[in-house]
């Protein structure tokens, strides 16, 4: 594994629970790594005293672009999108270089903080990672309605659920749990959000974000004083709902390639994870119709358990 940034650690320790071999963490700024020894050691799950895992002080972009080793998967952090140099993370040549550093099935997961983002951000990265990878799958990084991230999953090959056993038992477990009554996990596959396509409607207008026309680079600042001015909004709330809930109807669900060959009961454990999000976002806005939205959310997951169990 390869982390773009280390932050506090905490989140590049929780690979230790898993059977990795290797985790390398790229991380700019050196004070950030003593930040992270000194302050949340007691975090990181071993990050610091592991043989498996290799912390560098360096550009975590010329660190992919220098060495031609390879990952099963690439985590490319949380960044604050008009901090300047950002841009260059999310530009295509970027992206190129890091599918040519994936192993065969490899990912790159890019995180984005959608409460800095405005539509138009989010558009152009979208844009750029349908240029480069194969599929780019969406994915909820939590339910918060002003708070929301997701991660943009760019897979080295085709991608299909079908495939991906590990997501399907760890939604059983929670799925059972909420048929007896005994816990409120929610399902990994409702974080499931759809597959992002270059023809999207809302995509394909968007430019290219490249080296050479570095547009993040310049529009996020912009967009950031928009926004507290009052002129522009951030991607959250009802606009995010609007895009994920025109990915996850039943008509696109039964037509969607990567979703093929799965039982269409889970279409509603995937359905479910949008509810949960409306009940946030109608939460958030004081809106009457917000248990209406939590109902709903279980009402498909006690649907889809007694379906699959």
Do not use: C
């Not at 952090?77 to 901090?83: E, G, N, Q, S, Y």
């Not at 099935?105 to 349908?130: H, K, N, V």
């Amino acid at each position: 594994m390869f982390y773009l940034g280390l932050g506090t650690g905490i989140t590049a320790g929780t690979a230790l629970h898993y059977p990795v071999d290797e985790v390398i963490i790229s991380e700019i700024a050196p004070s950030a790594i003593q930040a992270s020894k000194e302050f949340f050691e007691d975090h990181t799950n071993g990050l610091y005293e592991d043989p498996r895992v290799t912390v560098i002080a360096e550009d975590g972009r010329n660190v992919l672009r220098g060495s031609n080793q390879t990952y099963d998967l690439i985590i490319s952090d949380l960044f604050i999108p008009w901090k300047a140099g950002t841009g260059t993370l999310y530009s295509i040549e970027h992206y190129t270089k890091s599918l040519e550093r994936l192993n065969s099935g490899g990912m790159y997961a890019q995180w984005l903080p959608l409460y800095q983002l405005t539509q138009d951000e989010f558009a152009i990265i979208a844009r750029s990672m349908t240029e480069v990878f194969p599929t780019v799958s969406l994915w909820r990084g939590n339910f918060y309605g002003h708070k929301a991230v997701v991660a943009l999953v760019g897979h080295q090959n085709d991608f299909s659920l079908k495939n991906r056993s590990s997501i399907f038992s760890h939604s059983k477990f929670a799925l059972l749990d909420q048929l007896n009554g005994q816990g409120d996990r929610v399902p990994f596959l409702s974080h499931f959000a759809g597959v992002l396509k270059r023809s999207d409607a809302r995509i394909i207008t968007a430019p290219i974000n490249t080296d050479n026309t570095p547009i993040i680079e310049y529009l996020a600042p912009i967009n950031h004083r928009l926004e507290k001015a009052g002129k522009k909004e951030w991607f959250t709330g009802q606009h995010m709902l609007e895009f994920i809930g025109s990915k996850l109807n039943n008509e696109t669900l039964s037509v969607e390639p990567h979703l093929s060959g799965i039982d269409q009961a889970w279409y509603d454990v995937i359905k479910a994870g949008y509810y949960l999000q409306a009940y946030y976002v109608l939460k958030d806005q004081g809106h009457k119709d917000q248990l209406a939205a939590k109902e709903t959310y279980h009402s498909l997951v006690k649907k889809a358990a007694k379906s699959l169990h």
